[in-house]
């Protein structure tokens, strides 16, 4: 089958076509709407909605063409209805709803945090049991994942996930959004010592990263340089995220870790990932770098999964957009 994906959940305009008797992704188009949202310091759900109708179509046939695929070639179309900004999920849902209606093909709504959770197996076929830490903007929480739909929340974090951490320090220190790939570029140039900052405190495997901000504001008063106040916190925010999950390893024993969302392109996330391999013998899946941030392929190759494992059915066209739900089958 031909899958074409949309994910319109944020400020990405994201489309993909993923073909599934391949197991590839045949094209991935995104266009990030920064520049429409810069001036206001943060993502504005309507203007969001208006720059996705404004580019839907246009990056559509971009995703087709790179795909070299005509529109009478798919099969299936999987779109994200939660959770995520009102009004910019509608626009991708009506879209992808009006794609399966005018080609008579079936259609799939997909809960956007599982499809991050699959983001590391996209072009290969998922493992079962594995741990999954999902880290972006919107969530953070380590699951097991025992099949598709079959999950149990061991932790998340009880206030800001661990992206919006990013993108607020970077904010409060006057370099721009989204905060984590610049932060993440401070990091690697950095070759001084680290501020410590005080660990935040959340039972077992749940986590919390507001008292990081109020760290980081106090240390801005005192008067340190950008750089060491950047990289000192993401040395700490990452520290205690990995030890959050060799924690979730140790008491579930199981040994094979998927990491997924838009912090999962930190590089020393990913350093520290390896050395978890090493230290605590198991198997990190990671996604491609293309993947990591908000896709339309996830969203494909997820919905290309339920519409298997469903009986082949597809959802009804009076399938709504939800700020937030739950993933069904948990
Ligand atoms: O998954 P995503 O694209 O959108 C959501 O579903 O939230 O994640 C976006 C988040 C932003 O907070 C951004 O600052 C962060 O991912 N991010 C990073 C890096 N690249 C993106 N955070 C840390 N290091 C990075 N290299
Ligand atoms: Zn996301």
Not at 149 to 177: C, H, P, Q, R, S
Not at 241 to 263: D, F, P, Y
């Amino acid at each position: 089958m031909k899958v074409l994906g949309i994910d319109t959940s944020c400020d990405d305009t994201a489309v993909a076509i993923y073909d599934s008797d391949e197991g590839k992704v045949l094209s991935n188009v995104v266009s990030s709407q920064y520049e429409a949202h810069r001036v206001y310091g943060g993502v504005v759900p309507e203007i969001a909605a208006r720059e996705h109708l404004k580019n839907i179509d246009v990056i559509f046939r971009e995703a087709l063409e790179k795909a070299n695929v005509d529109v009478s070639d798919i099969d299936l179309v999987a779109v994200t209805y939660t959770p995520g900004l009102l009004p910019a999920l509608l626009v991708g849902l009506t879209f992808g709803k009006g794609v399966a209606f005018a080609r008579y093909i079936p259609f799939k709504g997909v809960h956007h945090i599982e499809a991050h959770m699959f983001s590391p197996f996209i072009e290969r076929e998922p493992e079962f049991p594995f741990i999954s830490l999902v880290v972006s903007g919107g969530h953070t929480m380590i699951s097991v994942v025992r099949s598709l739909g079959n999950y149990k929340l061991l932790g998340k974090t009880l206030d800001d996930a661990i992206g919006e951490a990013f993108d607020k320090v970077a904010k409060m220190l006057g370099l721009g959004y989204p905060g984590g790939p610049v932060i993440d570029k401070i990091f690697r140039n950095y070759r001084e010592g680290y501020l410590v900052l005080p660990k935040p405190q959340a039972r077992g495997v749940n986590m919390s990263f507001s008292g990081l901000k109020t760290a980081v504001r106090r240390l801005i008063e005192d008067g340190y340089s950008k750089e060491m106040i950047a990289a000192s916190f993401q040395k700490t925010a990452i520290d205690y995220v990995v030890g959050k999950l060799r924690k979730a390893v140790r008491e579930t024993g199981i040994r094979r870790i998927s990491v997924s969302g838009g912090v999962s392109a930190n590089s020393y996330l990913r350093e520290r990932l390896h050395e978890l391999e090493n230290t605590e013998r198991v198997k990190v899946f990671l996604p491609e770098m293309e993947f990591t941030s908000d896709n339309g392929a996830m969203v494909a190759y997820v919905g290309y999964l339920r519409f298997e494992k469903e009986e082949r059915i597809g959802d009804p066209f009076t399938l709504n957009a939800y700020p937030s739900l739950p993933i069904t089958g948990v």
